[in-house]
C-alpha cells in the first residue's frame, strides 16, 4: 500500500465513483452545447447604407487656418524589461491508491469507534465507581447513624434500670423504715399493752382480795383466787364461751382436712373483758389458729360464770367440725 501526501493523511476518504460522475457530466454539457449551436440561424444584414448632409440654419464664422508646428521627438524608446523567470511546477503528486485511503479510512474509522466505545466505558466505570462510593458512603452514614441510635437507646435503658434501681432502693428503704417504725411501735403498744394488763391484773388481784377479805373468804393471805372457796368454772361455761367466740370465727371447714384442735389461753378483766391471749397448741393449720385467734379478739368480752365470776386464766378449745 502506497502512502499518502501529507497533505490528504487527515482528509476524509473521496466517495468512489468521481470519475465515473465527472465524464457523465461533460457528456452532458457537451451535448448542450451542440443542441444551443444547432438551433441559431446564421443571417447577413444586406441593408443599404444612407448618407445625410447636416446644414447649420445659424451663420458661423470659419476657424483660422490650421498652423503646421514641429512634430515633438519621440519619446525614448522603453527599457526592455527582464524575461520572467521560468516557473518550475512541482511534480505532481502520484495518483492516489484509492482502496489504500478507504482501507486507511476504515482502520481510522474503526479505531476512533474503538477510541470512543473505551471512552463510553471509561465513562461509565467512572459513573459506577463514583455511585458506589456513594452508596458506601451512604451505608457508612446509615451505620453510624444506627449506631449511635443503639447507643442512645442502651445508654436510656441503663439510665431507666438506674432510676428503677434507685426507685426500688427507695422503696425497700421506705418499706424498711416502715417495718421499723411498725415494728417499735407495735413493741411500744405490745409493753404499753403488758404494762396496762400488769396494772389492771394488779388492780383486778387488789380488787379481788378486798372484796374476798370482806366478804369473809376462806382463803389465806398469799391466795390468788377470787372465790369464797376455790372452786372451778361451771359445767356450762365452757360452752357459753364458745357459743360467744365462735360466731365470730370465719373460717371454712372444708378447706382442711381433720379435726385437730387449737388450745388458747385467756386472760380476762373482773368485768369479763380479755385483757390478754395465747395460742398454747396450734392445730397444725395456721389459717385455723389465726381464725380462732381473731374470733377471740373481735369477742372482746367473756360471759360470767353462772354464779357471777369470771374465770382467768382460761384454756379455751376451738375444733373445725365441732
Not at 486507511?104 to 459513573?127: F, G, Y
Amino acid at each position: 500500500m502506497s502512502a499518502l501526501p501529507k497533505h490528504l493523511e487527515f482528509a476524509p476518504p473521496p466517495p468512489e465513483g468521481t470519475g465515473r460522475s465527472v465524464g457523465a457530466a461533460l457528456v452532458v454539457h457537451a451535448l448542450l452545447i451542440v443542441a444551443l449551436t444547432a438551433g441559431i440561424q446564421w443571417k447577413q444584414d444586406n441593408s443599404l447604407s444612407v448618407e445625410a448632409e447636416l446644414w447649420s440654419a445659424v451663420p458661423m464664422a470659419a476657424a483660422p487656418k490650421l498652423v503646421e508646428v514641429d512634430a515633438p521627438p519621440p519619446p525614448p524608446a522603453p527599457k526592455p524589461e527582464p524575461a520572467p523567470k521560468p516557473v518550475v511546477k512541482a511534480p505532481e503528486p502520484p495518483a492516489p491508491n484509492r482502496d489504500a485511503e478507504i482501507a486507511l479510512a476504515k482502520k481510522r474509522k474503526v479505531e476512533e469507534e474503538k477510541k470512543l466505545q473505551d471512552a463510553v466505558r471509561a465513562e461509565e466505570r467512572r459513573k459506577e465507581e463514583l455511585k458506589k462510593e456513594v452508596e458506601k458512603k451512604a451505608k457508612a452514614k446509615l451505620d453510624e447513624d444506627k449506631r449511635k441510635l443503639e447507643a442512645k437507646k442502651e445508654e436510656e435503658r441503663k439510665d431507666k434500670e438506674r432510676q428503677e434501681k434507685e426507685k426500688e432502693k427507695e422503696r425497700a428503704e421506705k418499706e424498711r423504715k416502715e417495718k421499723e417504725a411498725k415494728k417499735q411501735a407495735e413493741q411500744k403498744d405490745s409493753k404499753a399493752s403488758a404494762e396496762e394488763a400488769k396494772k389492771l391484773e394488779a388492780i383486778r388481784k387488789e380488787n379481788m382480795k378486798r372484796i374476798a377479805g370482806l366478804a369473809g373468804a376462806s382463803g389465806s393471805e398469799n391466795a390468788t383466787g377470787t372465790a369464797m372457796k376455790s372452786s372451778g368454772p361451771s359445767d356450762s361455761y365452757g360452752g357459753r364461751i364458745r357459743a360467744r367466740v365462735k360466731p365470730n370465727i370465719t373460717f371454712d371447714p372444708s378447706s382442711v382436712s381433720g379435726n385437730a384442735a387449737a388450745e388458747v389461753e385467756v386472760r380476762c378483766a373482773p368485768d369479763g373483758t380479755i385483757v390478754s391471749r395465747k395460742l398454747t397448741k396450734s392445730s397444725g393449720n395456721s389459717a385455723w389458729d389465726n381464725a380462732v385467734l381473731k374470733a377471740i379478739d373481735k369477742t372482746e368480752i367473756l360471759p360470767r360464770d353462772t354464779d357471777g365470776r369470771v374465770h382467768s386464766p382460761l384454756l379455751l378449745v376451738f375444733r373445725p367440725n365441732d
